[in-house]
């Protein structure tokens, strides 16, 4: 299709309503749970950042290395030979979302609605977090780059395992390191698969060292580049791969929206001149770009009506901009 010179929400929104862009494929990364309140790993007071070897059940070797570069406290080569200190830093993860302290925010049901339409080709998710699975999206649309909190295998068979199950045994057997609850063990003890007996069950979550699920590979090659025809880009940074090489997988008339903060992926390609032909930024939060879109695509009954499933932060965005707009919320 043919794009204007000068791109801006609105284009993307028209492509939309005129039937120009079927085909969505969203990749989504940490900005768009940041209204869910979910706690950050990467950044200054992220986990990896904040991380305490020595509250961990770990050797002296073990620690060193956890201290010379955090992200080892979820690697394939500690994990193997000793799997509390991956659980042991995940617990409060795990159990917050047995718990639903986490509710999935405005970015999450805004892809809910494309699914809605028929416009939903995938969504692949670099998040960890799970909240997508809160939506209704059948599970086979939704690609977890890293897997996800919550889903649980055992990382030596394979064998799948019950959230709920695996929950109880974390909040039973792993020790909180925390200091959050008083009712956890004081000593962490093996969670054992039923299926080959090791210690190995965890939620399916990438370790550094491990491979990307294959998943990934096969709805790659599925989708890109004939099948997507409006790439969304949300709250990630684009600087982890294999995942970033996305924006590269479309073909060359496929519109791309980044919705971030600031512009990303500039090495990648991403244009953000007047002059591009196939990107639009919208700068500023997950929730309020989608939101826009929502509203400028004629969506906002079809957004609102998911507005209880959503986490506090979302819903009060909604409430601004119904008061701001005169737009109607949904009746009880």
Known sequence: MQHTKSLTLDTIAHAIKSGGCKRIAFLTGA???????????????????????????????ERSDMKVDPTNVVSWRIFRNNQFPYLEVRRPFILGLSERKWLATLSHWFIQVCHDKGLLVRLYTQNIDGLDYQTNIPSD????VHGSLGQIGCEFCGADCDVHEFQEKVKKNIKDIYGCDAQAPKESTPIFCESCGKPGLKPKTVLYGRR?????????????????????????SLTVGPANGLVNQV???????????????????????????RDVHFEGTCDEGFLELAIACGWWPDLVKYQKNMC???QKLIQKYSEKLGLPLLQD
Do not use: W
Request: charged letters at 20%.
């Open 212 to 236: 990307l699920p294959p998943a990934y590979f096969e709805s790659v090659e599925k989708d890109f580049p004939d099948h997507v025809d409006l790439l969304m880009i949300a709250g990630t």
């Open 312 to 314: 506090e932060e979302s």
């Open 141 to 144: 649309f939704i690609v977890g």
């Open 31 to 61: 900005g768009v749970s940041v209204s869910a309140g979910i706690p950050d790993f990467r950044s200054p007071g992220g986990m990896y950042a904040t991380l305490q070897p020595d509250l961990l059940t770990a050797s002296e070797d």
């Open 251 to 277: 073909s060359p008339s496929c519109l791309r929206f980044i919705c971030n903060r600031e512009p990303v992926g500039q090495e990648l390609g991403i244009n953000y001149s007047s002059s591009s032909k």
